[in-house]
């Protein structure tokens, strides 16, 4: 079993920036494509982004197209949230994820982590 493991997590406030990060414990063809999810409270989980290891396929929600971006180490099996601009609504448990490709769909992934919890303070 993969596991993944997130960190950078923690409290900011609003216009600031955080960087979070996901380790996997294995390069499989189950972690070709990784990603993130997020889970406000009293709120449904959504799609954030997510990244392809083959061809660099990249996708983002809408609400965060443009002040996040995510990159991947092939060689740490490791991927990143660059989160920039941000805004209290990206306040949520942010969880990361992995399978054998790239979906918006949360049960299309084989592995997720724990979390970790980003506060965004007006």
């Known amino acids: 079993q993969v596991q993944l493991v997130e960190s950078g997590g923690g409290l900011v406030q609003a216009g600031g920036s955080l960087r979070l990060s996901c380790a996997a414990s294995?390069?499989?063809?189950?972690?070709?494509?990784m990603g993130w999810f997020r889970q406000a409270p009293g709120k449904e989980r959504e799609f954030v982004a997510v990244k392809a290891w083959s061809g660099g396929t990249t996708d983002y929600a809408d609400s965060v197209k443009g002040r996040f971006t995510i990159s991947r180490d092939i060689a740490k099996n490791t991927v990143y949230l660059q989160m920039n601009t941000l805004k209290p609504e990206d306040t949520a448990v942010y969880y990361c994820?992995?399978?054998?490709?790239?979906?918006?769909?949360?049960?299309?992934?084989?592995?997720w982590g724990q979390g970790t919890q980003v506060t965004v303070s007006s």
């Open positions: 994820v992995s399978g054998i490709r790239n979906s918006r769909a949360f049960d299309e992934y084989d592995y």
């Open positions: 294995e390069r499989t063809f189950r972690t070709y494509a």
